[in-house]
């Protein structure tokens, strides 16, 4: 696996066929909205917030990880002004994560927060997970079943529940420069 990772700056092609690649892809036998073509007008979609150019401000991208010329994975990260944690200005990174579902146990996403990490200006980084990702943030920050989380993403501490672009999301948070030393590793 030779993964090769790519800004949409670069190859902004590669958002509808992410967006392609994630319609299809079914949870509870609906389509995921926030990678739905037909939602590009809506500002909780990846197309909307590329048009908006949301992760093309300072501070900000969105990144494609492919193997080949075949998409494996999409994040961005942007700061988020309107958060602060303990006076702090913060970034939301792995923001309209999409990981096609024959790759999601090989770690693919790591090496997009690797790169995001660098892109970041704020002191302070959060993931946030919706209700159908609880599952995954409830892992992460209780190291549950025996799972080994890269050494990047055991920085992130919990803040529980919190509203985040006026929805309720579970978050995260973790030090900018603490992942950026991880990264190195």
Not at 65 to 84: K, T
């Amino acid at each position: 696996m030779s993964i090769v990772i790519v800004s949409h700056k670069e190859r902004p092609d590669l958002a509808e066929s992410l967006c392609s690649l994630a319609s299809t892809a079914i949870r509870h036998r609906l389509p995921l909205r926030n990678f739905d073509l037909v939602y590009d007008d809506r500002p909780w979609t990846l197309l909307y917030m590329l048009k908006a150019y949301k992760f093309s401000q300072p501070g900000a991208d969105y990144l494609f990880a492919l193997d080949g010329d075949e998409i494996v994975c999409g994040a961005g990260c942007y700061p988020i002004p309107e958060i602060e944690i303990e006076g702090k200005a913060v970034s939301i990174v792995m923001s309209r994560m999409f990981t096609v579902p024959k790759r999601r146990v090989q770690w693919v996403g790591t090496k997009i927060l690797k790169r995001l990490v660098n892109v970041v200006q704020t002191p302070l980084c959060m993931v946030t997970f919706n209700h159908e990702n609880k599952g995954i943030y409830l892992s992460l920050t209780s190291r549950a079943k025996g799972l080994i989380w890269p050494a990047i993403w055991r920085e992130f501490r919990p803040l529980g529940e919190m509203k985040v672009n006026y929805v309720d999301q579970w978050c995260a948070i973790a030090e900018t420069d603490a992942l950026r030393n991880s990264a190195i590793e």
